[in-house]
């Protein structure tokens, strides 16, 4: 009864474990890969609707003999990556049916990788975490490889496979480690050990630079451009956006959780990878021609600002990073929604700067709606993305970390650069010959309004969204 | 929904209005005047209803929700004596840069009006906001609709001005935002019982003191925003391409209600929050800005381009508006304040004059002119009185805001010197100078270009959307105590309680625990310790 009780608060990683099957034995019996598709956006809207139930329920526990937590922190976590995986299932099939990759598997490895997110992000047990943790990545691996007939396709995979591998490593040691040290892999009970010795250490900064490398912070980013730009777009958008929202959740309640008694420890190490991701994040992406490959370098950047949330180690600073992310999924996956949609709309493939020339009056709306999600992701008001950066900050200043603060805004305003730099193309270049984009799938292109809808309105009232954390 | 509301959020209004119509051109220019003109419409009242003995207080104020539970950061719109010019300014303009428009823009119609009407609830904001984030997100979005009027529409080198401009601006700003975080949570802790709070009337009310150390710092960063905003010699070198590259629509909301931004900035958050510091930086601040005022009257001199030369003329002009806001005496702020609606009026009306020219001729060069005033009367008798009100001749509006500046800064004690006086007195004769010599290679002489005779005069709507500006130019100029009294008690307000403060703020100080060079700068040395 135990087992019914603790799965009726956790039904959004059932529903999506189940609807993943249900997609495989779709694809089994009916060949028409809408049907498919179907299963899988109804399996997505479920999980968000109970996820967003869960969250306005505001209830709160450990579930699974401690295992996993619901409510607060948790919750939020799960609605988001729901969100951004319903999101991801209804755009991908006109972009996959166009690229020529539209398996049924598709559906049912992003549906396995959303249930190991949403473990991952609800774990408050360092077992259950490195669970959900490679539930994700391992079928993020496959989908980054989705397109198998391209070198950057295979170099994805095998990029992400290898360096996934060699992180996972770190985190497993670390976990070890810490076992080592407080007798075992709770949260709760390594907050509550006392003897911190160099067992202890060790164990969460191999921790550390395990999480590191799975949000891509500096200098553990490499893999991220490739892998981003190699993998199918849409995928690329869910794994910038839900894969990297479940592991800064999770790195929150480690942080917040189990750690929070040697925030002075971490803190300083935290604010160093954060300036540099930033920095470096921001330098690399403004030299990009490519935009797909530039908006992977800003989703480094976009971690150092979470990680800048993380640094002020305090309740209002994670609810930052919470708020941060939710509005980073809309965002960005409605930017990278645009992109597919430029990449296949008549077989041109573009993805260069100087291929956007002109587009942005092609499909005004859309052209509005790639406009909305940049100065979004610039951090410009009155959108999300400046709501999320005003409330890291806040609570970075608030901490006095006022030159994590300064170096934040200033590359805030380099990356400002790099994001108009595309508008430049879309609205103020013409084309060389003369262009003209076929009309938008209905579904498609509402969706991407939806969430430039989203984008203003959580930028206007974000307390809207803050009251539930 | 009260008046200041409405007129504030009509923009946005019209703008889904045009979306709904975007088929049909004339339908949308249609739209957006008549949207325009009822926000205008919608504005008056407040100018008639608005109290002046109560001028240093908010009128109209909305008083809305938190934006974020935890920290008071909330809808806070009201207008006193300093915004009330500034915002009836911006409807003002409004209609009558649509109406420029109507023959000029052929390209992208609707989203040229879009971005007109975008920016004016922008700028319209950036008056009406009386909590500091809120003026932020107000400050930033007239950013972006700008940046498309110039990358757009603008002229050739439209995509590197743009950049430059955004891109310059932003920096300021976002220094800006740290500062101004930084304050709301000092201002919580302080006054407001330790919660982030960003209302304004918090900040710059008395009872909130920044110490000498943190005003320093906190003032050279909103300085910073509003000084690149303004601009402030050495800022100032995005506004002759911005200004030059925008489409006559784009440099006339430029001139006339964005540059405000900055130097109405100053005048709202620096002086009453940062009084030590204001005090303190005064001189350099002078220097600065007469620097601006003779080196942009220089460079506006040796222009071969009208449109340049006025740009330049700005930089020249709003030097005297920094001037006189750091002599803090009265009667200078009060230059400040209204030489800002002057120099918005003339400076607005001089773009548009050179649109439309430009519209005719395809070109701005004053080499490819001379001897129109014979070919285009009516033109030529406009622009010489934009030009009589942007030199200052006393009748127009420009001399009361420089005359109440010059004589206000003379015996300042904030600049300390009547040397700043004297060497920006000079940029009077020097605007007279290069206007002047422009307006006679370009009006006036013996024809050399035959394509000038069959220019053909301003036409009806070009005419009527001039009228009211020259209506104003004149009538500040022959009454100006009706529109100065507007802001007199608010500023006399802000000067009292602001000394008061500095005072308080200096009194508090422990002088021995201040660093080096902040006892050199606040002149806090042990004697004054010790007497007091």
Not at chain 1, 45 to 62: F, N, R
Not at chain 1, 74 to 99: D, N, W
Not at chain 1, 131 to 143: A, D, F, P, W
Not at chain 2, 5 to 21: E, R, T
Request: charged share 10%; hydrophobic share 55%; with cysteine.
């Amino acid at each position: 009864m135990d087992l019914l009780h603790d799965l009726s608060y956790f039904w959004p990683a059932a529903i999506t474990s189940i609807g993943g099957l249900a997609a495989m034995m779709a694809a089994a019996f009916k060949t028409d890969m809408r049907w498919v598709n179907a299963v899988a956006v109804f399996t997505a809207l479920s999980a968000t609707v109970v996820a967003a139930s869960d969250l306005v329920a505001g209830h709160s526990g450990l579930l699974f003999s401690g295992m996993v937590a619901h409510g607060g922190t948790a919750a939020f976590g799960t609605f988001v990556v729901s969100l951004g995986t319903l999101f991801t299932l209804v755009l991908s099939r006109s972009y996959l049916e166009k690229i020529g990759h539209h398996y049924a598997e598709v559906y049912a490895l992003i549906l396995f990788a959303t249930t190991g997110m949403i473990v991952l992000a609800s774990a408050t047990d360092l077992v259950a975490l490195f669970v959900g943790l490679e539930t994700m990545s391992v079928c993020l691996y496959v989908l980054a490889g989705l397109v198998r007939e391209r070198k950057t396709g295979i170099e994805a995979a095998l990029k992400y496979f290898l360096l996934g591998a060699f992180s996972t490593g770190f985190l497993l040691y670390g976990i070890a480690l810490l076992y080592g040290a407080t007798m075992s892999t709770s949260l709760d009970v390594i907050a509550a050990t006392t003897d911190k010795g160099g067992l202890y250490w060790a164990g969460v900064g191999l921790l550390l630079v395990g999480f590191l490398f799975k949000v891509s912070a500096v200098p553990f980013h490499m893999w991220t451009p490739d892998v981003y730009q190699g993998a199918p777009t849409t995928i690329t958008g869910y794994m910038a956006t839900a894969a990297k929202t479940s592991a800064f959740v999770a790195f929150i309640l480690v942080l917040g959780r189990g750690l929070q008694g040697s925030v002075e420890q971490w803190a300083p190490v935290l604010e160093i990878v954060a300036l540099l991701t930033m920095i470096v994040g921001n330098l690399i992406a403004l030299v990009q021609h490519d935009v797909k490959r530039m908006l992977a370098y800003s989703s480094i950047a976009h971690a150092g600002y979470a990680l800048v949330g993380l640094t002020a180690g305090t309740l209002s600073g994670y609810d930052g990073v919470l708020f941060y992310l939710f509005a980073y999924t809309l965002m960005n996956i409605g930017a990278f929604a645009v992109l597919a949609y430029y990449e296949t709309a008549d077989g041109q493939e573009r993805s260069t700067l100087e291929q956007f020339a002109g587009l942005g009056w092609q499909q005004p709306a859309l052209g509005v709606a790639l406009s909305i999600f940049l100065f979004s992701l610039a951090g410009m008001p009155p959108f999300a993305g400046f709501a999320g950066k005003y409330q890291v900050f806040a609570a970075a200043i608030e901490q006095g970390y006022i030159t994590l603060a300064l170096v934040g805004v200033l590359t805030s305003a380099a990356a400002a650069f790099y994001y108009i730099r595309v508008m430049v193309y879309l609205y103020f270049k013409s084309p060389e010959q003369p262009v003209s984009l076929p009309a938008v799938d209905r579904l498609y292109g509402w969706t991407i309004l939806l969430l430039a809808g989203l984008t203003i309105l959580f930028g206007v009232m974000p307390s809207l969204i803050v009251n539930l954390f | 929904m009260d008046l200041l509301n409405l007129s504030l959020y009509l923009p946005l209004a019209g703008l889904l209005g045009i979306w709904a119509v975007r088929r049909n051109e004339s339908l949308v220019r249609w739209v957006t005047l008549l949207t325009t003109v009822l926000a205008f419409a919608a504005s008056l009242p407040l100018l008639f209803n608005f109290d002046i003995s109560r001028a240093h207080e908010l009128q109209f104020l909305t008083e809305g929700g938190r934006f974020v539970p935890d920290l008071d950061i909330s809808y806070l719109v009201g207008l006193d004596g300093l915004s009330l010019l500034l915002y009836l300014l911006t409807t003002f303009m409004a209609p009558i840069v649509v109406i420029s428009a109507w023959d000029s823009v052929h390209k992208h119609v609707t989203g040229f009006h879009s971005m007109l009407l975008l920016l004016q609830t922008g700028s319209l904001g950036v008056f009406a906001a009386q909590d500091a984030v809120l003026f932020y997100v107000f400050f930033e979005l007239s950013l972006i609709p700008m940046y498309f009027l110039i990358g757009i529409w603008g002229g050739s080198g439209r995509i590197a001005a743009t950049l430059k401009f955004f891109v310059y601006t932003l920096v300021g700003s976002l220094i800006m935002l740290v500062a101004l975080i930084y304050t709301g949570y000092d201002a919580g802790h302080a006054v407001n019982g330790g919660v982030f709070t960003s209302d304004m009337r918090i900040w710059t009310g008395a009872e909130y003191q920044i110490g000498l150390v943190q005003q320093t710092w906190l003032f050279l960063a909103f300085a910073l925003a509003f000084c690149i905003k303004v601009p402030l010699f050495p800022f100032h070198t995005w506004l002759p391409f911005a200004h030059t590259e925008a489409p006559t629509a784009g440099s006339v909301v430029l001139a006339a209600i964005m540059l405000k931004m900055g130097t109405y900035g100053l005048i709202r958050f620096v002086l009453p929050m940062f009084p030590n510091a204001s005090e303190a930086f005064a001189p350099l601040m002078g220097t600065l800005a007469v620097i601006g005022i003779v080196y942009g009257a220089l460079v506006a001199m040796v222009q071969k381009d009208v449109k340049k030369l006025v740009a330049y003329s700005s930089v020249s002009h709003l030097g005297f508006v920094v001037l006189g806001i750091f002599a803090m005496t009265t009667t200078a702020v009060q230059g400040a304040v209204i030489q800002n609606i002057n120099h918005g009026l003339s400076t607005g009306a001089l773009f548009l004059l050179v649109g439309m020219i430009y519209d005719r001729r395809h070109t701005r060069m004053i080499a490819d002119f001379g001897g129109i005033a014979s070919s285009m009367p009516v033109f030529a008798v406009m622009f010489m009185v934009a030009t009589m009100a942007s030199v200052g001749l006393p009748g127009l509006n420009g001399f009361v805001g420089e005359f109440l500046i010059l004589l206000g800064s003379f015996d300042s004690a904030a600049l300390g010197s009547i040397w700043f006086t004297v060497v920006a007195t000079t940029g009077v004769i020097l605007a007279a100078v290069y206007m002047l010599w422009m307006v006679q290679r370009v009006f006036f002489g013996p024809m050399t270009h035959d394509e000038n005779k069959s220019l053909t005069d301003l036409d009806a709507r070009e005419t009527g959307l001039l009228i009211p500006i020259m209506i104003f130019i004149v009538w500040i100029g022959v009454y100006p105590s009706l529109f100065t009294g507007y802001s007199e008690g608010h500023i006399r307000h802000l000067l009292e309680q602001s000394k008061l403060k500095a005072e308080r703020v200096l009194a508090a100080t422990e002088t021995a625990a201040l660093p080096a060079w902040a006892r050199d700068l606040y002149d806090a040395t042990e004697d004054l310790a010790a007497t007091k």
